[in-house]
């Protein structure tokens, strides 16, 4: 049996230091994903609470049928979907806000060089970060979850409630867009070196 | 092969190379053999490198204590009541009040009443009996005013 679904077990019976250590283990990687889900690092924060607050819920009804990264990814993703459905209409005032909000944490520093490098570097942050926000809401789940969480086709599927060839078809069809509005990126890191 | 089997192959080699030196060797005779696939692999690889830039937001230092108050309110049963009541007080003091104003003008001005009734009480006290429930039914409103005082969830705005 995988780890996490052992101290799921222990947590079902009433051992709370499992429940810390699966926190500990997973809240980076669910805060990470939920923030790059919905571009507003409190939205996500809320979220990622909610998550953990259903799986201590669920604990007594656990039954490791899936794996448990599987199951909480598919809790995360169902929430993020339902807030970025629930926040549509506010989306583009809130854009602003993050654009600025991201820039501000930007730091200049005083040699004019590495001004320019930080902020070409900014510019591509940004253009990155909106080529994968620009996918829609499934595409950029499966991305996400594929790019940086680890996740293989068949826990992808599961997370979505979809079949493993839907995953696929979705995951190609998202890198063939982002290869498309990345390209030009791509292609001025390679001219600087970077 | 098919052309899906290929992209299958080029995303999961751009993500985790081939990891042994035949393996890696057999994979780049197969993009030899063709220049699209060879192309697309390399796209795919900067698309990765590009991707890498956007690094992961950190929790805040706050996340897990007031994830914990939350866990700690879920679990006094007392909470989930006042926290219930609180919800349910402007709408329910409301219907409550208009429900003993209506019953106690219907009932005081119906002359029809059961005769074994009236004449068991004199109409004095009978008034004086339903403005008494009256008034302890507003007292009881009152009452339930009292857990809106009680802090039914931490302030979100807390977070650190």
């Given at each position: 049996m995988e780890p996490d679904a052992e101290l799921m077990?222990?947590?079902?019976?009433?051992?709370?230091?499992?429940?810390?250590?699966?926190?500990?283990r997973h809240r980076a990687p669910v805060i990470g994903y939920l923030s790059r889900m919905v571009r507003d690092q409190g939205v996500?924060?809320?979220?990622?609470?909610?998550?953990?607050?259903?799986?201590?819920?669920?604990?007594?009804?656990?039954?490791?049928?899936?794996?448990?990264?599987?199951?909480?990814?598919?809790?995360?993703?169902?929430?993020?979907?339902?807030?970025?459905?629930?926040?549509?209409?506010?989306?583009?005032?809130?854009?602003?806000?993050?654009?600025?909000d991201e820039r501000q944490a930007f730091q200049p520093v005083d040699d004019r060089a590495n001004q320019e490098e930080r902020m070409l570097a900014e510019v591509r942050l940004q253009t990155v970060r909106e080529a994968i926000s620009s996918l829609p809401e499934k595409q950029?789940?499966?991305?996400?979850?594929?790019?940086?969480?680890?996740?293989?086709?068949?826990?992808?599927?599961?997370?979505?409630?979809?079949?493993?060839?839907?995953?696929?078809?979705?995951?190609?069809?998202?890198?063939e867009t982002l290869r498309g509005r990345l390209g030009a990126i791509s292609r001025s890191r390679k001219k600087s070196g970077a | 092969m098919t052309r899906e089997e290929a992209l299958e192959k080029i995303i999961d080699a751009a993500k985790r190379p081939p990891s042994g030196p035949r393996e890696l060797r057999e994979f780049e005779a197969w993009l030899d053999g063709s220049p699209e696939y060879r192309a697309l692999y390399e796209e795919q690889l900067e698309l990765f490198s590009a991707m890498?830039?956007?690094?992961?937001?950190?929790?805040?230092?706050?996340?897990?204590?007031?994830?914990?108050?939350?866990?700690?309110?879920?679990?006094?049963p007392g909470r989930w009541a006042a926290a219930w009541l609180g919800w349910m007080r402007p709408s329910?003091?409301?219907?409550?009040?208009?429900?003993?104003?209506?019953?106690?003008?219907?009932?005081?001005?119906?002359?029809?009443?059961?005769?074994?009734?009236?004449?068991?009480?004199?109409?004095?006290?009978?008034?004086?009996?339903?403005?008494?429930?009256?008034?302890?039914?507003?007292?009881?409103?009152?009452?339930?005013?009292?857990?809106?005082?009680?802090?039914?969830?931490?302030?979100?705005?807390?977070?650190?």
């Open positions: 077990l222990q947590v079902r019976a009433g051992d709370t230091v499992s429940f810390e250590l699966l926190l500990a996500a924060e809320e979220l990622a609470q909610e998550v953990f607050l259903r799986v201590y819920r669920a604990r007594s009804g656990y039954e490791p049928s899936a794996k448990f990264t599987t199951w909480l990814y598919r809790i995360a993703t169902r929430l993020a979907l339902n807030s970025i459905r629930d926040r549509r209409h506010e989306r583009n005032s809130q854009s602003i806000d993050e654009q600025s950029r789940a499966a991305v996400l979850m594929h790019k940086y969480e680890e996740l293989d086709y068949q826990q992808i599927a599961e997370a979505l409630d979809c079949s493993v060839a839907a995953v696929k078809s979705l995951l190609f069809r998202s890198y | 890498d830039l956007w690094e992961p937001a950190e929790p805040s230092a706050g996340f897990d204590r007031k994830l914990y108050e939350r866990l700690e309110q879920e679990a006094a329910f003091a409301a219907a409550m009040a208009a429900l003993a104003l209506v019953a106690a003008s219907i009932v005081l001005d119906r002359p029809e009443l059961p005769q074994v009734a009236v004449k068991a009480e004199p109409a004095a006290a009978r008034e004086s009996d339903y403005l008494f429930e009256i008034d302890r039914a507003l007292q009881d409103l009152e009452m339930l005013a009292d857990f809106e005082e009680l802090p039914i969830e931490a302030d979100p705005a807390g977070r650190s």
